[in-house]
């Protein structure tokens, strides 16, 4: 099958080394900044597009990474196409729009995959098995941290909350997802935050606490706080049966964070890296294939996109109007 990318920032990086390596014809791209996606047709030995139309047409499966506020219309536009669709997260930045593109892709019989990469890091993967297998018995309390710093240069798009729906959408909706793929629905979240700027270095923090339906507590950490070249996360898991403990700094042979290094050294978006032996973006996108070219179910479905994004929302709720949110009528 044919595919092409549309957007050549970090995450379009990050994709095009997995579809180098999944077995598809990797065949172009498009990006609003032509110098960047000539940049990537270049290091790949792919055909740099004009425009994303013309892409689209030549492709079976196109894969959107491009600012969240595009993400309804791209994909709406691709469904039309008839082109199987692989978006980064989040899914979109509102419930309507999510549900609309589900819908849609549904309706021309389309796949969608939403790229919610934590999913496919092997620590993240090995703790879900074991919880899965019962390993841990009945889950008690659950944290998880995810902080790095705040996006830098050309794609400070991320920090305009209209774009990218703010920190707690672009970045915590990954543990929010994680911690509902391995406890199940929640009923009610509450979040703190705070903003500030210490030395030109801006800071956003959060806190979110999810109860969920099983009596389960999770605690997620999250920010664009650490200057850049740094980024860490950790899981911490508690059951009536046992204890699942990792911190990426505690890590000798798989190292999900960037060293610190000057402004100019580090990548202008923060994401977890890794030593072993296959990135989980490579991972992702082969699953993503895969399960495409063979009919197979998604690891991450639509709705899990969609519900992710609305514990994102709950808890940006949750911040405004300093009060619990209850879900499902709970």
């Known amino acids: 099958m044919k595919v092409g990318i549309i957007g050549a920032g ?14 598809a014809e990797f065949v172009g791209v498009s990006a609003k900044n ?22 689209l047409e030549a492709v079976d499966i196109i894969d959107l990474c491009v600012p969240s506020d595009l993400h309804k219309d791209m994909v709406l536009e691709a469904a039309r196409a008839k082109k199987h669709i692989i978006c980064e ?8 729009d999510a549900e609309a593109m589900i819908a849609a892709c549904n309706k021309a019989g389309v796949r969608l995959f939403i790229a919610m990469v934590v999913r496919f890091f092997p620590q993240y993967r090995a703790a879900k098995a074991a919880i899965d297998a019962g390993q841990l018995g009945e889950l008690g309390v659950i944290r998880l941290k995810r902080i790095g710093y705040q996006p830098l240069g050309d794609e400070a798009w991320f920090t305009d909350d209209k774009r990218s729906g703010g920190m707690i959408v672009d970045l915590m909706l990954h543990d929010l997802d994680y911690a509902r793929s391995i406890a199940g629905e929640v009923k009610r979240v509450y979040a703190k935050s705070i903003r500030s700027t210490v030395n030109d270095a801006p800071g956003d923090y959060a806190l979110i606490t999810l109860g969920f339906e099983s009596g389960a507590m999770a605690l ?29 700094d505690d890590s000798q042979t798989i190292k999900p964070f960037l ?9 202008r978006v923060g994401i977890p890296s890794s030593s072993i032996a296959e990135d989980p973006y490579v991972t992702e996108i082969k699953h993503a294939y895969e399960a495409i070219r063979d009919n197979k179910p ?7 996109g969609l519900e992710a994004l609305r514990l994102a929302l709950a808890a940006k709720e949750s911040l405004k109007t300093g009060q619990v949110v209850f879900l499902g009528g709970n």
């Open 89 to 96: 997260k989040p899914i979109a930045l509102t419930l309507e």
């Open 10 to 23: 970090t995450m379009g990086n990050a994709h095009a080394k997995g579809w180098q390596k999944s077995g």
């Open 259 to 267: 060293k610190p290094q000057e402004r100019t050294k580090v990548a």
């Open 298 to 304: 998604f690891l991450v479905s639509p709705e899990d």
């Open 34 to 55: 032509k110098e960047s996606a000539k940049q990537l047709a270049e290091t790949y030995g792919i055909k740099a597009y004009d425009n994303h139309q013309d892409l």
């Open 220 to 248: 997620i950490e999250g920010g664009w706080a650490y200057p850049p070249g740094f980024f860490r996360t950790g899981i911490d898991i508690a059951g009536s049966e046992g204890l699942i403990e990792w911190q990426s």
